[in-house]
């Protein structure tokens, strides 16, 4: 990867980030997150110091916020029901100034999808905490 020195250049922002999913690039997308964790704790024997250490599982997890259309275009493209298929996100964050960056969440299902409507209000999203089974950040596994 290249990456580009910039002085007061455009960096990573909204603008530069496009997800694509099984129906192809979101576009009706508000908010998309992902993070990981692999917890580790000090494993101990005789006396006081830890003797080593001992790892969790690798947990990773994320949650989309789409419009009610884009939500509609995603359930049609896994056959009707979220919950049953796994699917592939790619998001590309590719400012104009500086390195391109990509994330991979593989394994993606829908856990659950929080909706709700209210009067006054001038939008409806619909959000959806995900399982995913690995993230992938330039094409390299989080965890292996």
């Not at 884009?70 to 029901?81: I, P, V």
């Amino acid at each position: 990867m290249d990456a580009k020195i910039t002085v007061n250049g455009i960096l990573y922002d909204w603008e530069c980030v496009t997800v694509v999913g099984p129906q192809g690039t979101f576009i009706g997308i508000t908010e998309i997150t992902w993070k990981s964790k692999q917890e580790k704790e000090n494993r101990y024997g005789k006396g006081g110091a830890p003797r080593g250490v001992g790892r969790k599982n690798y947990e990773p997890e994320g949650s989309i916020t789409l419009d009610p259309d884009e939500f509609d275009r995603l359930r049609l493209a896994l056959g009707g029901s979220v919950y049953r298929k796994s699917f592939v996100l790619e998001i590309n964050m590719a400012p104009p100034d500086a390195a391109v960056s990509a994330v991979t969440l593989t394994g993606v299902m829908v856990n659950d999808i929080d909706q709700s409507a209210k009067q006054g209000e001038s939008k409806i999203e619909i959000k959806c905490s995900l399982r995913v089974g690995m993230i992938r950040r330039d094409g390299v596994a989080e965890y292996e």
